[in-house]
Nanobody
Framework: QVQLVESGGGLVQAGGSLRLSCAAS????????MGWFRQVGEKERVLVAA????????YYEDSLKGRATISRDNAKNTVDLQMNSLKPDDTAVYYC?????????????WGQGTQVTVSS
């Protein structure tokens, strides 16, 4: 069993930056594919960034390309999402997720979510 706890959300002005962090507990973190999803209201959660177990492969949803960096520290069991040049459209609840294997679009574990609000 893996538990994920996000931190780092908050209110920021457009053009600003935020760094989201996810701390994982439980064994096997270094073998998990990790990702960040976001959800606006009742809409579907959307995968916005992902990183392979070793960190060599990353994925970014088109709207975040060039503005975000996902990273992980397997020694500390953490995964971060650095977001820059934030826009009001980035406002959402951001969820950390973990997948056993590569199927991060269908993760096995979820965090509780952290609110990001970008004001114009």
């Amino acid at each position: 069993q893996v538990q994920l706890v996000e931190s780092g959300g908050g209110l920021v002005q457009a053009g600003g930056s935020l760094r989201l962090s996810c701390a994982a507990s439980g064994q096997g973190f270094s073998s998990l594919t990790m990702g960040w999803f976001r959800q606006v209201g009742e809409k579907e959660r959307v995968l916005v960034a992902a990183i392979s177990w070793g960190g060599s492969n990353t994925y970014y949803e088109d709207s975040l390309k060039g503005r975000a960096t996902i990273s992980r520290d397997n020694a500390k069991n953490t995964v971060d999402l650095q977001m820059n040049s934030l826009k009001p459209d980035d406002t959402a609840v951001y969820y950390c997720a973990a997948a056993i294997g590569n199927d991060i679009p269908k993760p096995n574990y979820w965090g509780q979510g952290t609110q990001v609000t970008v004001s114009s």
